[in-house]
């Protein structure tokens, strides 16, 4: 990839013993959360959706840093639409792949100041 193609990219930890997400039956919690990225491995957004014990759900955009300034953002575009985040929600690729690979490996979403909760 030359890095500035656009693309998303969605992961979803599978229920135990269920080896294809075709197979989770669509009533799981496990098609609820996920985390998903969207961009290019230039200039990408990553987000996490978390569900509650009583069924809601959090979504959060993920930062590299603590944000600095509350008042800065910046634009990237995803499927010709322009996303407003601030500069330190923005990941290049190598950024991303540690938290991809901390989700997928071990169930880990990044710490609370990292998370800004978006209201979709």
């Known amino acids: 990839m030359e890095g500035y193609k656009r693309y998303a990219l969605v992961v979803w930890a599978l229920p135990e013993g269920v080896d294809h997400?075709?197979?989770v039956p669509r009533d799981s919690v496990a098609l609820s959360?996920?985390?998903q990225c969207g961009g290019s491995t230039q200039a990408m957004t990553v987000e996490v959706r978390?569900?509650?014990?009583d069924g809601s759900y959090e979504h959060y955009v993920v930062a590299r840093k603590p944000v600095?300034?509350?008042d800065a953002w910046t634009t990237i575009t995803y499927?010709?639409?322009p996303l407003q985040v601030h500069p330190e929600e923005?990941?290049?690729g190598e950024q991303a792949a540690p938290v991809?690979?901390?989700y997928i490996e071990d169930g880990v979403i990044p710490p609370r100041e990292l998370l800004r909760t978006l209201d979709i």
Do not use: L
């Open 21 to 23: 997400v075709d197979d």
């Open 79 to 81: 499927n010709n639409t």
């Open 68 to 70: 600095a300034d509350p």
């Open 33 to 35: 959360n996920y985390m």
């Open 90 to 92: 923005v990941f290049t």
């Open 100 to 102: 991809f690979r901390a």
């Open 50 to 53: 978390v569900t509650q014990e």
